[in-house]
């Protein structure tokens, strides 16, 4: 079993920040790519950022420059700094993972999302 734990959300005002917490549990050998989703109300769910387990990052055009994704790869964790948020970074985020489980002899890889926190930014 695997879980993802994520924390940090809230309400801001435009202009703050906020620093959101992924933390994954259970039956891992290792972790791939992490990555943050959001999903605004009435909108798709998209990637904001992600970070392969070799650190390489990947960015939403419009959080560039003002979130950064980073990963502790011991502690299987994934941290998203946000700053200077806009009232449009309001959403719902997800943490996704994709995880090497053990299975007998052999392993299998699986994608897990968190339950999701919600970010407001509004005065």
């Known amino acids: 079993q695997v879980q993802l734990v994520e924390s940090g959300g809230g309400l801001v005002q435009p202009g703050g920040s906020l620093r959101l917490s992924c933390a994954a549990s259970?039956?891992?050998?290792?972790?791939?790519?992490m990555g943050w989703y959001r999903q605004a109300p009435g909108k798709q769910r998209e990637l904001v950022a992600s970070?392969?387990?070799?650190?390489?990052?990947n960015y939403v055009a419009s959080v560039k420059d003002r979130f950064t994704i980073s990963r502790d790869n011991l502690r299987n964790t994934a941290v998203l700094q946000m700053n200077s948020l806009k009232p449009e970074d309001t959403a719902v985020y997800y943490c996704?993972?994709?995880?090497?489980?053990?299975?007998?002899?052999?392993?299998?890889?699986?994608?897990?999302w968190g339950q999701g926190t919600q970010v407001t930014v509004s005065s």
């Open positions: 970070i392969t387990r070799g650190g390489s990052r």
């Open positions: 996704n993972a994709d995880i090497r489980s053990p299975s007998g002899i052999g392993w299998f890889d699986k994608g897990y």
């Open positions: 259970g039956s891992i050998l290792s972790i791939n790519t």
